[in-house]
């Protein structure tokens, strides 16, 4: 059975109501992982994990537990690279699917943005979370769980 992983932290509001129906919907073990408490819902299907506080505790916990075909909902690309890399699933926050075909685009594009903040530049961060990615969240999310629940 696939287990459904969410790295808690930075989860959007938005997006709660919508895993936690699909949760309910297909009875989706589901385990939330942060370093603080969040609350995604109430669900017989969802356990809350707590790890010490740093920068890639709850990644490493996520990466640690991960099974092969699991999904993970992340915004975090090298915790996505590395869940990519032990044959499970994740999509971010705003629907896009990391696959074995696009992580290495994902990550190389996060290093060079970051590499131009180190350097002092300023860039723009990205877009405000809106209801449009909510949406699209939703219809991915639904889309993958239907091919692979």
């Not at 009875?27 to 890639?56: C, F, H, P, R, W």
């Not at 002092?120 to 629940?149: I, V, W």
């Amino acid at each position: 059975m696939m287990i459904l992983y969410i790295d808690g932290d930075a989860f959007p509001n938005l997006l709660k109501p919508i895993v936690i129906r699909a949760i309910e919907r297909l009875k989706l073990e589901t385990i939330v992982i942060a370093n603080k408490k969040i609350n995604i819902g109430k669900s017989q299907y969802v356990k809350y994990m707590i790890v010490e506080a740093g920068a890639d505790e709850a990644d490493n916990k996520i990466v640690e537990l991960l099974k092969e075909n699991d999904l993970v909902i992340t915004a975090d690309i090298p915790l996505a690279d590395r869940v990519i890399s032990k044959k499970a699933h994740a999509i971010d926050h705003r629907g896009a699917m990391y696959t074995e075909d696009n992580i290495k685009q994902y990550l190389a594009y996060r290093n060079l943005m970051q590499e131009i903040r180190d350097s002092g530049e300023m860039t723009k961060g990205p877009a405000a979370f809106s209801a449009k990615d909510s949406q699209q969240f939703a219809n991915s999310l639904n889309s993958f769980l239907q091919k692979y629940k």
